[in-house]
C-alpha cells in the first residue's frame, strides 16, 4: 500500500513532504485523475497527533501522579489509567480468566482524535468514586473529588 504525507505550501496548495512525499503525491493525483467514469479509488488517511497536545497530556498525567497516593511508578499510574479509561484490550491472564491490558498510545497507534477522546476518558475516570477512594483513602469523598478537582482545574480549557 502506498502511502504520502501531504502538506499545505506556501502557496496554499496541498503538496508531497519532501521528495519521496512529492513523488508519491504525484502518483496520487495522477491515479485520481485518470480514473474513468465509474471507476473507484480507495484511500484512508490519518491525522497525527500534535506534539503539543501529547505533552498537555503528560503533564496533566504528571501533576494527578504528583498529587496522588497510591503509585510510586508513574509509568503504572499511566496504565492503571488507560484502563480505568477503558484504553485496552483483553486477554486471558494465567488462570484463563481474561484481564485488561492498557493498548498503546505511541504515536503512531493513536491519532489525534482518539488521543483527545482517551484525554477526557482519563479525566472522567479520575472523577470516578472508585479511583478517588483507591487513590486517597484517607479522605472522605467530598475531599477526594475536591482535590481531583483542584489538579484538573489547572488543565482545563474552553
Keep these: 500500500m502506498s502511502s504520502v504525507t501531504i502538506y499545505k505550501d506556501d502557496t496554499g496548495k496541498l503538496a508531497g513532504f519532501g521528495a519521496s512525499g512529492a513523488r508519491a ?5 495522477k491515479a485520481v485523475r485518470s480514473l474513468d467514469v465509474g471507476e473507484m479509488l ?5 491525522v497525527p497527533r500534535a ?3 501529547h ?3 503528560f503533564v496533566t498525567l504528571q501533576a494527578l501522579f504528583d498529587a496522588q497516593e497510591q503509585f510510586a511508578d508513574f509509568d503504572e499510574f499511566r496504565k492503571w489509567l488507560q484502563v480505568g479509561a477503558g484504553h485496552v ?4 491472564g494465567p488462570s484463563g480468566r ?3 491490558l492498557p493498548k498503546s498510545i505511541a504515536y503512531d497507534a493513536l491519532e489525534q482524535d482518539k488521543f483527545e477522546e482517551l484525554y477526557e476518558k482519563v ?7 472508585h479511583a478517588r477512594q483507591f487513590l ?3 479522605l472522605s469523598s467530598e475531599q477526594s473529588a475536591q482535590t481531583v478537582d483542584a489538579v484538573l482545574s489547572e488543565f482545563e480549557h474552553t
Design 55 to 57: 505533552r498537555f497530556y
Design 42 to 46: 480507495t484511500f484512508s488517511f490519518k
Design 123 to 129: 479525566k472522567e475516570f479520575m472523577r470516578t468514586e
Design 89 to 92: 484490550r483483553f486477554v486471558p
Design 51 to 53: 506534539p503539543s497536545f
Design 98 to 100: 481474561m484481564v485488561a
Design 25 to 29: 503525491y504525484n502518483k496520487f493525483l
Design 136 to 138: 486517597w483513602g484517607h
